[in-house]
């Protein structure tokens, strides 16, 4: 059995994941997978809609879900919601398929990018720069605890892949040596 491990793209809102995510699968030539537009298909709405009529717990419960399927490697490249991967159950099942590269910004690049997003529910508010702040320092811990990262600030596409790209070859060796020997063994 082949072992293919997934690229796991996480990290805070409005960091690229979807963008980065998606050219990252055209130079690997793998399928990409956004999760939360796979929790919209799979729900038949929005993920306003879900948070308005369903709340946040159900929609966590929904990623959570979706963690305990991409434990399998699959030759993906995988964009997580921004929450998706705080809980480290969540953590702990998505690396057994795949390594996981965080993705950040600069907060006032966040901001300029977020200001003109309606699609946030997170964020529907007034205040929504407050929150931005707010979640950033609350998950600041989480995100910081991924052992590979890339700056997405300066948002040149090519040199974001290109870094995704190298950390991607420098941490599958490891990954492989860990998870794949235990594929054949099996």
């Known amino acids: 059995m082949e072992?293919?491990?997934n690229l796991v793209l996480t990290g805070f809102m409005g960091t690229g994941k979807s963008?980065?995510?998606?050219?990252?699968a055209v130079a690997m030539g793998r399928p990409f997978v956004d999760t939360d537009y796979l929790i919209e298909e799979r729900e038949g709405r929005t993920i306003p809609e879900i948070f308005a009529e369903?709340?946040?717990v159900y929609f966590r419960q929904m990623e959570r879900?979706?963690?305990r399927?991409?434990?399998?490697?699959?030759?993906l490249v995988i964009a997580t919601g921004g929450g998706m991967l705080l809980p480290e159950e969540n953590q702990t099942l998505m690396a057994q398929g795949g390594v996981i590269i965080?993705?950040?910004?600069e907060r006032e690049q966040l901001l300029a990018l977020l200001a003109?997003?309606?699609s946030r529910p997170l964020l529907a508010r007034p205040d929504w720069r407050q929150e931005v702040t707010r979640l950033l320092e609350q998950r600041r811990v989480a995100y910081q605890g991924f052992p590979y990262h890339v700056d997405t600030t300066i948002g040149q596409i090519?040199?974001?892949?290109q870094r995704i790209l190298d950390i991607w070859k420098t941490a599958l060796p490891a990954w492989q040596r860990e998870h794949c020997l235990e594929e054949h063994l099996l």
């Open 116 to 118: 003109e997003d309606e």
């Open 65 to 67: 879900q979706l963690c």
């Open 102 to 105: 965080c993705l950040w910004t």
């Open 3 to 5: 072992c293919e491990a």
């Open 69 to 75: 399927e991409f434990t399998r490697p699959a030759g």
């Open 158 to 161: 090519d040199i974001v892949v």
């Open 54 to 56: 369903s709340g946040e």
């Open 19 to 24: 963008s980065f995510g998606r050219f990252v």
